[in-house]
């Protein structure tokens, strides 16, 4: 009970985090313009992923896809790869946990496979939740790297330079999301734990007698009818019956009867 308890809790807290990383990823606002030293502005800009928008003090939303691949830095692109990768190994493994999950029955699969997937499968969502918090992660430090020198920009002078960035919804929405996948992931190892049948652990081991040698010999069984007599005593190859003499029933007088 506790071994299903366990791949359950552990399919249904992978599916949040799989869930999860697809909306960080679809998300806008990965980065979002600071107002700290600007709270009334007439435009708010936020950026995503795959685009980028401006929101204006009347309630227009404008979105501007990136139409470029090769124009993007390096770490931008290896964020979006780190992610896309992340979902395709949680759906992945979501398919294969689905399979292997103990109170599902197909044909006549054995434990010993359903544990095998459910290893498989947990594999699978901690390695997604890795990528998820690895490319939230370099997102973030890509952020707090130009909001600093932002920063020293404007206090040299020159403050109209460029607009200072800072984290946005969907860094969290990701960091949360990965970290759920990680445990979920955990889980699914420690059922496949107790998924393993009791005679594959034991399989190799041998047990020999203790005092001496002794062979059996098997042979093959006669089976009778139930009405054969009772015999007490075997009779081995090399026992012969002795013949019964004829004064076996006589009786000898005894020294009593000549007084």
């Known amino acids: 009970m506790s071994t299903t308890l366990c791949q359950v809790m552990g399919f ?4 949040l985090g799989v869930v999860g990383c697809i909306m960080s990823t679809a998300m806008d606002m990965w980065s979002t313009q600071d107002l700290y030293d600007n709270p009334v502005t007439a435009v708010f800009q936020y950026q995503g992923l795959w685009r980028s928008c401006v929101r204006q003090s009347s309630g227009f939303t404008e979105c501007r896809p990136y139409f470029t691949i090769l124009g993007l830095p390096a770490m ?5 790869a780190l992610m896309i990768v992340g979902i395709v190994l949680g759906i992945l493994g979501l398919f294969v946990c689905i399979f292997a999950m103990k109170c599902i029955r197909i044909g006549t699969m054995e434990d010993s496979a359903k544990a ?7 594999i699978m969502f901690i390695i997604a939740g890795l990528c998820a918090i690895t490319g939230v992660s370099v997102f973030a430090n890509m952020l707090v790297t130009n909001f600093w020198m932002s920063t020293t920009s404007m206090y040299q002078g020159m403050q109209n ?5 800072t984290f946005g919804s969907a860094l969290f929405v ?6 759920l996948a990680l445990v979920g992931g955990i889980m699914m190892c420690l059922a496949c734990k107790g998924m393993v049948p009791e005679e594959s652990r034991y399989k190799a081991v041998s047990y020999n007698a203790s005092g001496r040698n002794i062979s059996y010999r098997t042979g093959p069984y006669k089976a009778g009818s139930g009405y054969e007599p009772d015999t007490k005593t075997r009779k081995g190859p090399g026992y012969e019956e002795a013949p019964r003499s004829e004064d076996a029933g006589r009786s000898y007088p005894s020294k009593y009867d000549y007084v």
């Open 174 to 179: 990701g960091w949360v999301a990965g970290g």
């Open 76 to 80: 931008f692109q290896a964020v979006r």
């Open 116 to 122: 095998n997937m459910t290893l498989t499968s947990g």
């Open 161 to 165: 330079v460029q607009n200072r960035y």
């Open 12 to 15: 249904l807290v992978s599916s």
